[in-house]
């Protein structure tokens, strides 16, 4: 339920970014999403399709990339990705670690139409 809200200023944003851009609708979004940040797709798109009716944004393309959770020694600087098995640095075998990727939500690009001739524009955020 939480992605509501998310959607929500996922719609504000891109229609205030459009409008400063002199925007006639939005095409496309681009959302970089961690795996541990438990926002799930599917969620969003559906949320999506019901708010942004009667919107500039009606009918944009959400895409959704998914980055893998990485993890940072915290004693030997070592970036690695996560196990299933252990959280230990496969370098110096510390347990001494924080997330280093994998728990962002962002969106990182908004395609809007700016003219009668179709003409995409990206604006990144």
Known sequence: MHELP??????????RYAEQAGA???????????KLSYVVDD????????????????GAILHFQRV????????CSHRYPVD????????????????ASGDE???ESIDVETSDTSDVNSVEK
């Open 43 to 58: 969620s969003v798109q559906f949320y999506w399709d019901m708010i942004a009716k009667g919107t500039m944004a009606e």
């Open 84 to 99: 299933d098995e252990t959280l230990a640095c496969p370098h110096c075998q510390s347990t001494r670690v924080k997330v």
């Open 68 to 75: 893998p959770v990485e993890f940072l020694c915290l004693d």
């Open 6 to 15: 998310i959607t929500q200023s996922i719609l504000e944003i891109s229609l």
């Open 24 to 34: 006639k609708r939005v095409t496309d979004l681009h959302l970089v999403i961690g």
């Open 105 to 107: 939500f962002r969106l």
